[in-house]
């Protein structure tokens, strides 16, 4: 069994990403960490919180960052033209959700449980870097406990989603991606280049919540105002961006990866863009030199992802 830790900004790709974990048989998922992104981190934490209850999930969930790890940075605004003013599609969601959170913060979350598990968690994180990149510098050992970190961000040979360079996980807090870019844990960096053209339609998504059951009917209602939003870039469809980190747990064979040190540039025009110096390359000596060496997905098997998410949205 894969033991899970997801960090997350629901987020309607989010959620379905949410419900793969919790369905496939090889994930037993142990916690649910939020944070802000998609929308603030209350109601990102009151999505997932609703969600958990919905779809009888017993992870726990603890509550992460609010803003960026560098205080200086100024506060963004939220995505409701992507993900609704609520972060889910604008379905009705309750203000608030009668059940308890982790009494933890998520970084403390997430070391107290990798100190608990060694060498056990996968933490896939795919939202800003925050709480992953806090819990590092409160506790630097974790790196050696942890598995792996698959994350969903970044962009290296496709043009960004938020800039010409940058994906809106690593822009929206490019100091936290780069501590974990650079820190000596292994980390599988699943970006634009494969989840942009990993889509599924609006009537593929239709023809799933049929068959499936009534956490699949509320994963295609919440999904309706994201696939009009990507009307812009897919055919009546939506990128799965963040079920391709969380496919990568189980099946990583349906990617094709590279490996290299890998850098998050941090202010300018290029802000939030992410850099890989491919292993073997040389160059003059560079900021990239001594890094840990990580994995960059640049190619999959789209297709298959998504039948995998079909079928595994359908084991009820
Ligand atoms: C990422 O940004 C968010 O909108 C999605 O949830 C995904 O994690 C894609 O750039
Ligand atoms: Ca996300």
Redo the contacts with the bound molecule.
Sequence with gaps: MHKVIYD????V??AMALLFLHRHPEIDLIGITTVF??ASVETTTRNALFLKREWEIPAPVAKGASVTIDAARAEREWPAMVHGDNGLGNIEVPHTIDLPLDPRPAHRFIIDTVRANPGEVRLVA??RMTNLAMALKEDPQIAGLVKDVVV?GGNFYVPGNVSPVAEA?IHGDPEAADIVMTAPWKVVVIGLDVTSITTMSRSYLGAMAARGDAAVKLLDGLSQHYIDFYSHAVEDGMMV??SCAAVYVVAPALFTTITGAVRVVCGGIADGQTVIKPDGRRFPPGDWDGLPSQIVATGIESQRVIDLIRDTMLRA
Excluded: F, I, S
């Design positions: 997350t900004d629901p987020g790709d989010d992104g998609n795919v939202g969903m996980n961006h963040d």
